[in-house]
Every structure is written in C-alpha cells, then in structure tokens.
C-alpha cells in the first residue's frame, strides 16, 4: 500500500509568492493532519480534519495560510504571500486510529 | 504548557547495549502513547505504542513501559543497533475516545556507536 504522498518535496520561492502544498492520505483513513517543523519550535500541529471537515485549525499561524480537504483523498495548504519565516518543513499525516502516518514532508524555502 | 516532555535532548549508546529513552507527562487525561522514529529528510514514523491498562507492550527489540503513577514512560531499545540512530519522539492523543491531534514530545537525538 502506498504511504502517505506529499508534492512537492523541496519547494523554494520567493517573499510574497503563492505556495500551495498538497497531500494524498493513505486510503481509507478519515483524519487528515498538516505539521510544520521548525528547528525553534519543533513539530507543531497547524490544522486537522476528520472525515473532510476541519475540526481544529488553532495552530494556523496567521490568515496568511489555509488548507482545504475538497475529498477524502486529497488536501492543500496554502501560504499566500509567503514569508521568509515559513521557511520549514511541512509534513501531511494521516489516520484511522490513533496511530498518525506521515508522509515524507515538504521542504520550503522562501527567499 | 507542554503536556508531554522528553527532558534529554540527546543519547549516546554503544551497539549491542540497552538504550532508554524517557518521556514524562502531565496530562493525567492521556491514556494512550506513542513513540514515533525519524531520521533526517524523512517523516515521523510509527514504532510503538500502549495503552494506559497496561504498563508494558513489547514489538520485537522495542519495548515500551508505562508507569500511570509517576506519569512516565520509556522505551527501550535491546540491542542497539546503528540504524537505530534517529530522532524519537513520545506522543499522546487527547484522553478518552477522541482520536485527535497529538500532542508530541520535543525529541530525543539517540546515536548508536558502532
């Protein structure tokens, strides 16, 4: 079975730019998670959903970011404009049960 | 407020000894706990987990032991082997039934030695 999917891998633009994430959860799971990974604050939670519908969404850093789950197999996190302070990792997750599943992240480099 | 701690940034172990990583929390809610392994340019991946009406769950050279009393767990790795070198992380959703986010310790650096 295919994991978790995240495109793209490295991701590196400029201050201001649209960056648009994207995550294929592994199928038949119903709860999708998006991280950020930051050397100063570690793997923090940035939104959740369950079955499609965001449920927590507190660890959004600012209006400037925003994700959407339009189906039970794909989902985006957007940054518009990006900042250099985005610059991270971004991991998707997804599960069934407590156990999460991540993918292999995306790396984002904003100028 | 962090919930779940991992006071020890860092281990060092030789291959072939026991390595202990612990995890201490506060929430006395959290009745399930993770342990997640990640290695550089990768994501976190699953390693074991138990639930709080045990206090020990073994999976091959891992095993986790849960002490609800002292709100400790730790895992032990026996034998440590180099490809164990990873970042580990303990983890605990909310208590209950609810599913949810999970709330992640800072991680533990462990290098094993050849």
């Known amino acids: 079975d295919a994991g978790v999917i995240q495109s793209p891998r490295h991701e590196v633009t400029e201050m201001g730019q649209e960056v648009t994430l994207r995550c294929k959860p592994i199928?038949?799971?119903?709860?999708l998670f998006w991280y950020r990974q930051t050397m100063m604050r570690g793997l923090e939670l940035l939104i959740y959903?369950?079955?499609?519908?965001?449920?927590?969404d507190s660890g959004m850093p600012e209006d400037r970011f925003s994700a959407k789950m339009p189906n039970a197999s794909f989902s985006t996190l957007k940054i518009q404009p990006s900042e250099p302070r985005d610059s991270a990792v971004y991991f998707c997750?997804?599960?069934?049960?407590?156990?999460?599943?991540f993918g292999p992240g995306t790396r984002l480099t904003v100028t | 407020d962090q919930q779940v701690k991992q006071n020890s940034p860092s281990l060092s172990v030789q291959e072939g000894r026991i390595s202990i990583l612990n995890c201490d929390y506060t929430?006395?809610?959290?009745?399930?706990f993770l342990w997640y392994k990640k290695y550089p340019a990768e994501g976190p991946t699953f390693l074991i987990s138990?639930?709080?009406?045990?206090d020990k769950n073994e999976d091959g050279r891992f095993t986790v032991f849960l002490n609800k009393s002292a709100k400790h767990l730790s895992l032990h790795i026996v034998p440590s082997q180099p490809g164990d070198s990873a970042v580990y992380f303990c983890?605990?959703?909310?208590?209950?039934?609810?599913?949810?986010?999970?709330?992640f310790g800072q991680g533990t650096i462990l290098t094993v030695h050849p």
């Open positions: 959903f369950n079955n499609n519908v965001p449920i927590d």
């Open positions: 138990i639930s709080s009406i045990k």
């Open positions: 929430n006395s809610m959290f009745d399930y």
């Open positions: 983890a605990a959703p909310p208590g209950g039934t609810s599913y949810g986010k999970l709330t």
């Open positions: 997750a997804s599960s069934l049960r407590q156990e999460q599943y």
């Open positions: 199928s038949g799971h119903n709860s």
